[in-house]
């Protein structure tokens, strides 16, 4: 079960959903009691848009950890990610007034009030990190992620740096790097998609975003022509 789990997060770095979903599986069928893989699990449905199944599963977890705070987070994951509002800040609510609160409770709940005014969101990824222990890179990564969401870049770009230094070999970091610096229209860009583009070569999305990057670069150097 221990090494399938290790697999997952391998493949969930690399960004391949599906691989990472057969083995948090896997270790499911190793050992049915274990909450990580149970929580990636939905994690990686929701990964997927497999939003029905994930909240199936989401559910099945909750038989075996009634009321976990990350279980509930999760389904307010799903259903903000499904667009529906309304039930994702209901289980959000309903997680953070649990106990043995995790990090992922706090970055659901950034996701779920990302576009309120004032900082809450902010305010939730400061306690996710607060409390990431030995789970910080992983934090920073899926902080930079929620904050890409939200259009702060910026402060993305801050949590995503510190997130390739401590996970050099996650393509899904370095992508994830390239597209903020790209937003912003910074040159760093191609370097960090580059980077992902070289951990996996099979994944089309980095190779799209360099596209995009280089006909950009195109057109201001054409403009610069007529200035």
């Not at 992983?138 to 890409?148: D, F, H, N, Y």
Request: with cysteine; hydrophobic share 45%; proline share 5%.
């Amino acid at each position: 079960a221990d090494y399938y789990h290790k697999e997952a997060i391998k493949y969930w770095l690399a960004a391949d959903y599906e691989l990472a979903l057969r083995n948090y599986s896997r270790a499911l069928e190793q050992n049915s009691t274990m909450f990580e893989a149970w929580a990636g699990q939905v994690l990686m449905l929701i990964e997927l848009g497999e939003y029905p199944e994930a909240r199936v599963w989401a559910d099945k977890a909750l038989g075996f950890f009634p009321e976990h705070p990350e279980l509930l987070a999760l389904k307010a994951l799903t259903c903000a990610r499904d667009a529906k509002t309304d039930q994702a800040v209901a289980y959000s609510d309903n997680a953070v007034g649990q106990d043995h609160l995790t990090p992922r409770v706090w970055l659901v709940r950034a996701e779920v009030f990302r576009d309120r005014k004032g900082p809450i969101a902010e305010g939730c990824i400061n306690k996710a990190i607060a409390c990431a222990g030995k789970s910080l890179p992983i934090v920073k990564l899926e902080a930079g992620r929620v904050l890409a969401r939200k259009r702060n870049y910026v402060l993305a770009i801050q949590h995503l740096k510190e997130a390739v230094q401590d996970l050099p070999q996650s393509p899904l970091a370095w992508y994830e790097l390239g597209c903020c610096q790209a937003r912003l229209g910074l040159p760093e860009a191609v370097h960090s998609l580059e980077q992902s583009h070289h951990l996996r070569p099979d994944w089309d999305l980095p190779k799209q975003m360099l596209r995009k990057v280089g006909k950009r670069g195109f057109f201001r150097g054409l403009l610069g022509l007529w200035l």
